[in-house]
C-alpha cells in the first residue's frame, strides 16, 4: 500500500526517504543530464542540479515534483547553452520509474517487516512518480506522504507533522532513515526525532544521527537496536 499509513498502537515505526536512500537517485539524474546537456559534464551538472532543486522547492512548496525537475531542468539547459527539444523538459520525470533501486534494499526492508516494523515513505515527489518506485523496490509499505499532496518539500517539518497526525505514532518508537543530511538528517533532528544517516556519499555533517550507515545493509538490526520490541 502507498496511501496514508493507519494508527497502530504500540507499533514501531521507520520512515525512509526514497531518493538517494532506496532509489539511486543521483545515477538516474546524472544519466538525463549527461544525455541531454553533455556527456562528460555530469558530474558538474548534478553539482548545480543540487543547488538549484532545493532554491525552487523553497519558493514554490506546492508544486508538483515533476513541474519542479522541469523547471531545473531548463535552467540548466539555458545555463550550458542548450536547447531542449520539445517534450525534452519533462525527460527527468520520465525516466524517473526507471531509476534503479539500491541491491540491499529489498532484502533489508523486507527483514524489517518480517520483525513488526512499519515502513512509510515521506518523499519530496509525486505519488504516480513514488509508487512506481516502490513497485520497483518490491516491498510493501505501510504509507507514503508526497510533497505535491501536502505542498511542503522537505527540510521543512511538513512530511513528519503530517506522519505524526496521521499514525498517532509514539516519537519514542520512531526512527528516521534517510541519505541526505540537509533535506532528512538535520530537520529531523531538530524535531527530537531519532535517525540513521545512510551517508552513502561518505559525507561529513552536523548534527550527527544516532547511527551512521554507509548503505541498508544491517538496517534490521540497527532498528532493533535503537527501539527495542515491546
Known amino acids: 500500500m502507498s496511501g496514508d499509513p493507519e494508527p497502530a498502537e504500540g507499533a514501531r515505526w521507520a520512515t525512509f526517504d526514497c531518493y538517494g536512500t532506496l532509489v539511486d537517485w543521483d545515477s538516474g539524474i546524472r544519466a538525463v543530464l549527461g544525455r541531454l546537456l553533455g556527456a562528460g559534464q555530469e558530474a558538474e ?3 548545480r542540479y543540487h543547488e538549484l532543486e532545493p532554491a525552487l522547492q523553497r519558493a514554490r512548496p506546492t ?3 515533476r513541474d519542479v ?3 531545473v531542468l531548463v535552467e540548466l539547459a539555458k545555463e550550458a547553452g542548450t536547447r531542449l527539444d520539445p517534450g525534452e523538459e519533462q525527460a527527468l520525470g520520465s525516466s524517473l520509474p526507471s531509476w534503479p533501486v539500491f541491491p540491499e534494499v529489498r532484502g533489508e526492508l523486507a527483514r524489517a517487516r518480517g520483525r513488526g516494523w512499519r515502513l512509510v515513505i515521506l518523499s ?3 505519488r504516480d512518480l513514488l509508487d512506481a518506485s516502490i513497485e520497483a523496490i518490491g516491498v510493501e509499505f505501510d504509507g507514503a506522504i508526497v510533497a505535491s499532496e501536502i505542498g511542503s518539500y522537505k527540510p521543512a517539518h511538513g ?3 503530517a506522519f505524526y497526525e496521521r499514525t498517532g505514532a509514539d516519537p519514542r518508537r520512531h526512527v528516521h532513515v ?3 543530511h540537509f533535506h532528512d538528517i538535520a530537520p529531523a533532528q ?3 526525532i ?3 544517516w545512510v551517508n552513502r556519499l561518505h559525507e561529513r555533517a552536523e548534527p550527527a544521527a544516532a547511527r551512521e550507515l554507509p548503505d541498508l545493509r544491517n538496517l534490521a538490526d540497527v532498528l532493533d537496536e535503537l527501539v527495542s520490541d515491546l
Do not use: F
Request: aromatic share 8%; hydrophobic share 40%.
Open 178 to 180: 534517510a541519505q541526505s
Open 69 to 71: 525537475m522541469a523547471e
Open 159 to 161: 512530511h513528519w507533522k
Open 190 to 192: 531538530q524535531l527530537g
Open 124 to 126: 519530496n515527489t509525486d
Open 45 to 47: 551538472l548534478l553539482r
Open 63 to 65: 508544486a508538483r515534483y
Open 194 to 196: 531519532t535517525t540513521i
